[in-house]
């Protein structure tokens, strides 16, 4: 006989709503995310497994639901977890408590109407983590950074961009503003600043040779990096937010994973085109871009790619922005392939097509013409 579980779990406690396929169990009940709550919950739920009761339960994602899921793993209980984007039943209820949630998220947990989102694999999660802290600590970074240009520049210093990316020139800095007395107090304003930079630079590398060791023997990302303008950073992050490429039936669908293709709305005979969903991972959609940016930059390696023709025509008509990001969309369809062949980038399969290349002599006469 099943047992369905409605949890509506938060930062200090969860809720849970029991009920068993006869009803003769309809319970509910209010726990705290503690070692003892955990504990308490579990026993009473293992109770019903072994009368006999095969029990599943149901949940949101949310931050602690790894967790919540893994300390339910360990006593055998299988967990569901609920895809809040598809579900909106809880959300846009009139009767919005979490008692109520609970008994929603069970009764369509026992009608098995609940749609699911998979939860990446530990291992992509621990990336995710770095690259996040990684992220938190270079936007310190650039604030910090800014900050010291205006300082500098309200003291009639102009400061270049990238002069404080070395610790060697912002110790030349702050060395030469201590040597002029017209600079006033600038070098005790810019000094702790600089300190700072150089404390959190160096958290950043420490997190960068952490993340280098996780991905050193990762196969996926090797296969990432033979693309050129893919360096660590960018591996990483498309190795962490795709997690199984086996998931994706096709390449149409991981673009859509990544929030690449376009919102279409299709009623009677009209349909409709709108900009890109931006649904999934914004780290995964902006790294393609940054693919993308990293190609653009080795323009001696990648001129000729088909790819790079085709921006550079887009570019003329659609302008830099949705050029870059319909072939961060082509980008897309390129790491599938590789990931789902397992072959590293071939850059003979990127030589341009003979009919696009005629068809933009032709076109290019025809405009010199007109």
């Known amino acids: 006989m099943k047992m369905s579980i409605g949890v509506d779990l938060h930062k200090t406690q969860f809720t849970v709503c029991c009920l068993s396929e006869d009803r003769g169990v309809q319970e509910s009940g209010i726990y705290p995310t503690t070692d003892h709550g955990y504990r308490t919950f579990i026993m009473k739920v293992?109770?019903?497994?072994?009368?006999?009761?095969?029990?599943?339960?149901?949940?949101?994602s949310t931050g602690n639901t790894r967790y919540f899921r893994n300390r339910l793993l360990k006593r055998g209980i299988e967990v569901r977890?609920?895809?809040?984007?598809?579900?909106?039943?809880?959300?846009?209820?009139?009767?919005?408590?979490?008692?109520?949630?609970?008994?929603t998220l069970a009764e369509f947990l026992e009608k098995d109407m609940l749609p699911e989102s998979i939860l990446c694999s530990q291992e992509s999660e621990d990336i995710r983590r770095i690259l996040k802290s990684r992220s938190v600590l270079v936007k310190a970074l650039v604030s910090l950074k800014n900050q010291v240009?205006?300082?500098?520049?309200?003291?009639?210093?102009?400061?270049?961009?990238?002069?404080?990316?070395?610790?060697?020139?912002?110790?030349?800095?702050?060395?030469?503003?201590?040597?002029?007395?017209?600079?006033?107090?600038?070098?005790?304003?810019?000094?702790?600043?600089l300190g700072t930079i150089d404390q959190i630079a160096s958290e950043v590398k420490e997190l960068e040779s952490v993340l280098s060791g996780l991905v050193s023997e990762d196969e996926n990302v090797a296969l990432l990096q033979t693309i050129p303008g893919v360096g660590l950073i960018t591996g990483a992050t498309i190795r962490a937010y795709t997690d199984n490429i086996d998931r994706y039936e096709s390449a149409k669908k991981y673009a859509a994973h990544a929030g690449l293709v376009p919102w279409v709305q299709n009623s009677n005979k009209t349909i409709r085109h709108g900009h890109i969903?931006?649904?999934?991972?914004v780290e995964l959609r902006t790294a393609f871009v940054q693919m993308v940016m990293g190609m653009l930059r080795?323009?001696?390696?990648?001129?000729?790619?088909?790819?790079?023709?085709k921006y550079r025509a887009m570019k003329e008509n659609k302008g830099t922005g949705k050029s870059i990001i319909a072939t961060a969309r082509?980008?897309?369809?390129?790491?599938?392939?590789?990931?789902?062949?397992?072959q590293p980038f071939d850059p003979s399969?990127?030589?341009p097509d003979p009919k696009y290349v005629e068809m933009s002599k032709v076109a290019r006469c025809y405009a010199l013409a007109v």
């Not at 293992?46 to 949101?60: M, R």
């Not at 210093?157 to 912002?170: A, F, H, N, T």
């Not at 980008?331 to 392939?337: D, W």
């Open 46 to 60: 293992s109770g019903w497994k072994e009368e006999g009761y095969e029990v599943t339960a149901a949940v949101e």
């Open 277 to 281: 969903t931006k649904r999934g991972p």
């Open 149 to 193: 240009h205006g300082l500098l520049l309200g003291y009639g210093i102009e400061s270049r961009r990238g002069q404080l990316q070395s610790r060697k020139e912002r110790q030349r800095i702050l060395t030469g503003l201590a040597d002029h007395r017209s600079y006033g107090n600038a070098a005790r304003a810019v000094k702790p600043l």
């Open 330 to 342: 082509k980008m897309s369809t390129i790491v599938y392939v590789i990931l789902k062949e397992r």
């Open 298 to 309: 080795l323009q001696n390696k990648t001129a000729g790619y088909r790819l790079m023709c």
């Open 349 to 351: 399969r990127m030589s």
């Open 81 to 103: 977890i609920v895809n809040t984007l598809k579900f909106k039943v809880v959300n846009e209820s009139v009767k919005k408590t979490d008692k109520h949630d609970s008994r």
